[in-house]
């Protein structure tokens, strides 16, 4: 085994989950929340408010997971926003073509926009990984340069109009069911947070990625092949974008150029660094990413609820991921005095 992977021999006791995960802040900051919310808006607890909840982690969960891969690998993927606009608006006019050319055939339909939804954030995920690995750019310039041409493409598809026709077992039977009580998406993340779990406890790929993300030259010198990890990365985050996408345009019933954009990115990277995910590298848990995310989904509800000015919004977040990068780099300082 090259020394690259020795150094995280036991990722699952790795502890990775940052100063916020390890004093458990985390979870008083969520319980604080539920607790101040429960006292001021009874609304708060009502079915329908707690399965929009569900629904909105389930989004911003998977979203966060592919940001969560690219910075532990030492990258930045500020392009996920527009993936999951582009991803809509390309799944829902190629159902909607499709549905013209091949009527009453379902299946059809719906497995040909997926695979136009998941190939387009595909190939700007591996577009994305090629250019930070092969020419050298740095993931910041390269995937602000892709959110600008991914929002630009999907705006020139669109003329910013919502884009229908897709049929109605994708929307009803898919995006807005339910089973168990709970909306699809919510199982759909359930099923990607298993999956990244296992990738990053039990595969090469997962401990590689800490490893690059860690320290690159040690893995380099190990043999570790950087560009293909970190080309896989991109390309994760990019697929897992466009799967937010076609969960959106099922659960919406139409495809939009404006899903995810700042917004999405913003909460995202958010979700990443307060779940501990360090911007240094190296280090991070999917499962408290998971954890956060569902902090910030039932933050931002409560600031509806309570008919907070919207402006006030990113606001706090700012100060929440400010917070969070403080205690970080607090954290590392006291362990290299010891």
Excluded at 242 to 265: E, N, Y
Aim: proline share 3%; net charge positive; aromatic share 6%.
């Amino acid at each position: 085994m090259s020394s690259a992977v020795a150094a995280y021999p036991r990722l699952e006791r790795h502890p990775g989950f940052g100063l916020l995960g390890r004093l458990g802040i985390l979870p008083a900051l969520l319980l604080a929340v539920v607790i101040g919310m429960s006292a001021a808006d009874p609304h708060f607890y009502g079915p329908i408010n707690i399965l929009n909840i569900l629904r909105n982690t389930a989004f911003l969960t998977i979203v966060a997971f592919g940001q969560s891969l690219v910075i532990i690998g030492g990258g930045f993927d500020l392009s996920v926003g527009a993936i999951v606009a582009l991803a809509s608006v390309v799944a829902a006019k190629a159902m909607a073509g499709l549905g013209a050319s091949v009527p009453g055939q379902d299946a059809t339909i719906i497995a040909g926009g997926v695979a136009a939804g998941l190939g387009c954030g595909l190939a700007a995920g591996i577009v994305n990984g090629l250019c930070v690995a092969k020419l050298r750019v740095t993931g910041f310039v390269v995937t602000l340069g892709t959110m600008s041409a991914v929002t630009g493409l999907g705006l020139m598809l669109t003329n910013g109009i919502p884009v229908y026709g897709m049929p109605d077992s994708f929307v009803k039977g898919f995006g807005r069911a339910q089973l168990l009580g709970l909306p699809t998406a919510v199982y759909a993340a359930l099923l990607i947070l298993a999956l990244m779990i296992f990738v990053q406890r039990r595969t090469l790929f997962g401990r590689y990625n800490y490893a690059i993300g860690g320290n690159v030259e040690a893995a380099v010198v190990s043999g570790v092949s950087i560009g293909w990890h970190v080309i896989a990365a991109y390309a994760v985050s990019g697929l897992l974008a466009a799967a937010t996408g076609l969960l959106l345009t099922a659960q919406v019933g139409s495809g939009q150029a404006s899903f995810g954009g700042d917004r999405m990115m913003l909460q995202s990277i958010a979700a990443a660094v307060i779940g501990g995910v360090s911007l240094r590298g190296g280090v991070g848990r999917v499962e408290i990413v998971a954890i956060s995310a569902l902090f910030l989904s039932i933050l931002s509800n409560a600031v509806n609820l309570l008919h907070i000015d919207s402006r006030i919004q990113p606001i706090i977040l700012g100060l929440i991921m400010v917070v969070a990068v403080a205690l970080d780099e607090a954290s590392r300082r006291r362990k290299a005095r010891v």
